[in-house]
């Protein structure tokens, strides 16, 4: 958007719009008095909110005159947006900060602060409330149209979560050794065509083709960069408490989501105890099943709600316990009391992908050949080898309807264990 400086300066002469907002910046003593932190946070929020947009920091935007910004306060314009979109927007708002030198009415060089605020996977809150963006100005928004911009950010929208643009990306975020795996004899042999048909890329509104969020998910090396939540918060605890003092082990299990349920695998596999009895011949006896850890942890990754802001799934184990926290509601109308029943997925994409990518733990007992089964059979195989090991059904709950939590318990110390 405005790609050159003539473009820029031909919409600055136009006025603002829905797409471009001119803003004055006043000092006073070395610091910034205009405009308000808290409007300022409300104007970048709504455009968020809204669409992709500029704002343009240095422009009087009555008189559409040129004022610039002093060099020796371009830093310190710059940090003061900055804190503003970290601090005071909820979720924090990520945008593009550009010092630009441009010519003015009298052919003067000034410089101004350019802000591209892309729009967002998410409903940013800002300090007045939630604010969308009408022409030129700025609007609370009534909460039944609230309500729908939640819900067609999340997973129940035509175009679902999992299959979004990722503002910011590109085509070439995307590890080429990762997404050529999903190729098969009858795919396109045109990489841009096949990534398009996997709905790993995608054009935004805008028309630049973007990874799509599933595509940064299965086919980027650090998916973090762009969605801070998709990682799974592993920690070993001594005991049954949970407690800092007591953290045995702990990692953040990063990159691509099938590496992630690996990883996830290994770290309670590396943790768990194995009890061995002598009956006459050497038993031994693992706390938990690693079929179930496994299957627990793909659901986890394949069904969590990746629309929900600075949550990630959270894998705690203890001595008596496994506990598994994975962002969202039951998808669907699925219920606690029918989850080993029935089958629903929230993120059809990233399941599909799944569904191809070759089983890469040693999941004792598991007839798995690829990661995801679109069967229905994670949760029974849970909950009935979970029961066997340990004597104890898992529990399923959902937490103030934001989170759900399964806890799958340790199998007890065998008599004569040494």
Known sequence: MFDDISDLLRQIALGEDSVLELKLVEFSGGKIIG???????????AMANTASGVIVLGVDDKTREIRGIL???????????????????????????????VSDQNGCEKAILRIDVPRSLFVHKSPNGYFRRIGSSKREMRPEVLARLFQQRSQVRLIRFDEQTVPGSSVRDLDPKLWARFRTVISPRDDREFLEKMKLIATDEEGIVRATVSGILM?????????????????CYRGVERNAAYQLDAKDITGPLDLQVREACKFVERNMRVYAVKAPNRIETPQFSLNAVFEAVVNAVAHRDYSIYGSKIRLHLFSDRLEIFSPGTIPNTLTID???????TRNELISSLLARCPM???????????IMDKRGEGVPII???????????????????????????AAQPPHGED
């Open 35 to 45: 405009p308000h932190k808290n409007g300022m946070a409300d104007e970048l929020a």
């Open 71 to 101: 060099l020796d306060q371009l830093d310190i314009v710059e940090g003061w947006v900055r804190s503003i979109c970290n601090d005071l927007i909820d979720p924090p708002l990520d945008c593009e900060l550009r010092k630009v030198v």
């Open 219 to 235: 086919a980027a090396d650090a998916p973090e960069a762009f969605l801070s939540n998709a990682f799974i918060q592993a920690v």
């Open 338 to 344: 029918s989850i080993s029943e029935r089958q629903s």
């Open 360 to 370: 890469n733990v040693n999941a004792i007992g598991s007839q798995r050949s690829y």
């Open 383 to 409: 909950i009935s080898e979970s029961e066997r090991l340990s004597g104890r059904k898992p529990v399923y709950r959902l937490l103030d309807d934001s989170e759900l939590m399964l806890t799958i318990f």
